[in-house]
């Protein structure tokens, strides 16, 4: 006999529909009560024709009956079945070839006819047993086949759904337990956690090794845990337990487990199985990988805050694909439409940063204006962050990294190394000019200097050269530094260090002289390991500070060496450096190199800028024959405007050929050089390494050097142009008896 339970809604609904079997001998049938619940029972009638009217009706229960029966053998007999989160079951004791999930999958469509398959969900169906002492009926075991037990609808076909879409209504229900379901709730294990799991392991392995034993839902959680062991871990030892990992028996049997549990699993379990699965270094090429992005695509709509920023996070380290940009365009359509309910400023940063720069204009604004508004709320981890998030999304906010700036500095003292190079390297891309941030952290890694890595200060150094800043205390701790420990520099720290100091231009007032010989004398003991290109950029920084180490120079010099630096690596980089050499080599002083002359290609006509206010101020001041624009002159230099006066500046002479040929002698050449703000060194007038020489071969050329920084110009209007053009042309003595227009000079 069996005993089934059915809601009172699933009875009204099925029974009616129940088809007559043909007469013959007894067979079930089906009485209900008409409570709440339905209970269904099993019984033997008298024949048809023994039986009155009103029950005749209960010959249409025969096929369903059987159908019943056929279901209860689904159930393994003398098991205890236990019900589980997902709303399935399976044995309390663990039987490695019985799986309920493939139970219930792939044997469902077979065990079943097709009118069944759809009629009992949510129904329990109770087998007998031993232990039950009332009269006909015997203990029971339930199979649950509930779908509002589970996390997720299950998305399968049609032929093996378990789930109605008839909106039947939930009940219910209560059952007095027996003996052996309180001995089940009293032995039911706790579930195991990626907490439990990574504390109590101790490798990779051991993870992998605790799966095979007892393979628990959901399966993300191993993955997790391992990703939490890892990070414990050395990069070498790291390396070591991900090789033994791959070659786990159990791994293959993980990774296939968490594919099929990807679509039933919570949501935020199944984005921290992906993030852990690609931060353990499995490739993204993979099938696990793969479909757990496209499960995530189709679940997007299910994640809240908290996995909108895991899965930021995970995109944001993976390589473009497919896949991956879809679930890149479906976030930022969700940025786009949540930004105003972001309540944590983290997962808005991990967004921001995820959406990549050809995101949107519009939407990086809303992000951006989002962040405004939560600036009061930012922690020092939040500002210091908000320069790389920015860099990442390629917006440059003004206004919130002011504001990030000022937390930055006036936390600056324990901040770690990484962040400051984050937040110098984030400023170089978004071409972020701070000069108080930028001098907070250099006052800051000076005051602390013995604590340093020379290596460190180094990298830092080389990130301000990129930004232009020069700070002179950084810079002669780190000068006496290397006069002391020059010998421990390798090829790479020394042609950096050149460039460094070559590029901002630096001497110290007492220890240059050390300083050139200490670097000259390490780039001269490692001229066998040095690439072409780097000995090309060393002697080419030592030229630009007016140093020729005769070694270097003459390897570099060599016809084989010059050869390969034309026709291989950045040639028109390497075109313009040799350029540079040359003249170094025929203008400073290196008598023992005048006579070498190189054959070298020209390089590109560079674009002449107007200076329109400029040329309009000196045709004020001086008139139009005066003076001569955009003037090229040997060794490809150029000057904006040259003017020629008497050699004690007090007068301006006409300007014709006739002039130059026959009293050179007499005249002082004057070149008016139109320099942008980027030629100085960030926040000073202090001139960077190729103005520096340019104003350096230009003297040696005869002239007078005047610099007229652009960007103050413009901001003066004409009568005031001409006024400081008049001091910086005229000698100091000759400047109170020169006349404002003097054009009947010339």
């Given at each position: ?506 001497f110290h007032t007492c220890q240059t002289r050390e ?81 070498v002359d190189l054959a070298l290609p020209l390089l ?143």
């Open positions: 006999m069996h005993f089934v339970s059915l809601s009172n809604s699933f009875a009204l609904i099925f029974i009616p529909f129940v088809t007559p079997s043909p007469a013959g001998k007894g067979r079930p049938v089906l009485s209900c009560s008409s409570g709440g619940d339905v209970c269904v029972t099993l019984t033997t009638l008298k024949p048809l024709d023994s039986v009155s009217v009103d029950s005749k009706m209960s010959n249409r229960t025969g096929p369903f009956l059987w159908n019943l029966r056929q279901f209860s053998t689904l159930i393994p007999t003398s098991r205890t079945v236990r019900q589980y989160p997902l709303g399935l079951c399976r044995p309390q004791m663990a039987y490695s070839n019985w799986n309920p999930r493939n139970l219930l999958l792939n044997n469902f469509d077979n065990r079943l006819q097709a009118p069944v398959r759809c009629l009992f969900q949510n129904a329990l169906v109770f087998k007998s047993g031993d232990d039950f002492q009332t009269k006909g009926t015997s203990s029971v075991t339930v199979l649950t086949l509930d779908r509002l037990l589970c996390p997720r609808r299950l998305s399968f076909d049609s032929k093996h759904s378990l789930i109605s879409d008839n909106g039947l209504k939930k009940t219910s229900f209560h059952q007095e337990a027996s003996s052996e379901d309180v001995l089940t709730k009293e032995t039911k294990p706790t579930p195991v956690t990626s907490r439990k799991l990574s504390q109590e392991c101790n490798s990779l392995s051991d993870v992998l090794d605790t799966f095979s034993r007892a393979p628990k839902f959901p399966s993300s959680n191993y993955f997790s845990a391992m990703w939490t062991i890892a990070k414990r871990m050395s990069n070498e030892q790291r390396r070591f337990e991900k090789q033994l990992m791959f070659n786990h028996p159990a791994f293959h049997q993980l990774c296939g487990q968490m594919m099929r549990e990807a679509k039933i699993m919570r949501c935020d379990h199944l984005l921290f199985g992906l993030h852990a699965v690609v931060k353990l270094g499995i490739p993204q090429n993979t099938l696990l990988v793969q479909t757990l992005l496209r499960v995530v695509q189709e679940r997007i709509n299910e994640c809240d805050e908290k996995c909108l920023s895991v899965l930021s996070t995970v995109l944001e380290t993976m390589e473009p694909c497919k896949n991956v940009d879809v679930l890149r365009a479906g976030l930022r359509i969700l940025a786009d439409q949540q930004v105003w309910k972001i309540e944590r400023v983290f997962t808005l940063q991990a967004m921001m940063k995820c959406i990549g720069k050809d995101a949107p204009m519009a939407l990086k604004r809303k992000l951006e204006m989002k962040a405004l508004r939560e600036l009061d709320r930012f922690s020092l981890l939040n500002s210091q962050r908000m320069f790389e998030v920015l860099a990442a999304m390629g917006h440059c906010s003004v206004v919130l990294l002011d504001e990030c700036s000022k937390m930055v500095v006036g936390n600056i003292h324990g901040c770690p190394f990484k962040i400051l190079i984050s937040i110098l390297q984030s400023c170089r891309d978004l071409r972020y000019r701070n000069l108080d941030l930028f001098k907070g952290i250099a006052d800051y890694v000076a005051t602390t200097f013995d604590v340093w890595k020379l290596k460190q200060v180094l990298f830092l150094l080389i990130l301000f050269e990129n930004l232009g800043f020069r700070h002179v205390g950084l810079m002669d701790l780190f000068m006496k530094k290397i006069v002391d420990e020059a010998g421990v520099l390798n090829v790479k720290s020394i042609v950096s260090i050149l460039h460094v100091y070559s590029s901002l231009n630096h300083f050139l010989e200490a670097m000259a004398g390490a780039l001269t003991g490692c001229l066998h390991q040095l690439s072409s290109e780097n000995l090309l950029n060393a002697v080419c920084s030592l030229c630009l500070m007016n140093r020729f180490p005769l070694a270097a120079v003459n390897q570099l010099l060599q016809k084989d060496v010059i050869s390969e630096l034309l026709t291989s690596g950045d040639m028109e980089r390497n075109v313009h450096k040799l350029h540079i050499l040359a003249a170094c080599l025929k203008l400073d002083d290196a008598p023992y190199h005048k006579a590109p006509p560079a674009p002449l800028p107007p200076n329109a206010k400029v040329a309009e101020a000196l045709s004020s001041l001086l008139g139009d024959g005066c003076f001569s624009k955009n003037v090229q002159l040997p060794h490809n230099y150029h000057i904006d405007f040259e003017i020629r006066m008497d050699t004690n500046r007090s007068q301006v002479l006409p300007f014709s050929d006739m002039d130059v040929v026959t009293s050179a002698t007499d005249i002082q050449r004057v070149a008016v050089l139109c320099v942008p703000r980027s030629a100085y060194c960030l926040g000073s007038t202090h001139p960077r390494g190729f103005l520096a020489m340019k104003m350096r071969h230009l003297k040696g050329m005869g002239f007078h050097v005047i610099l007229v920084n652009n960007w103050e110009m413009e901001k003066l209007e004409m009568e005031d142009a001409v006024t400081f053009l008049k001091t910086e042309i005229y000698s100091t003595e000759a400047l109170p008896t020169a006349n404002v227009n003097l054009q009947s000079t010339c």
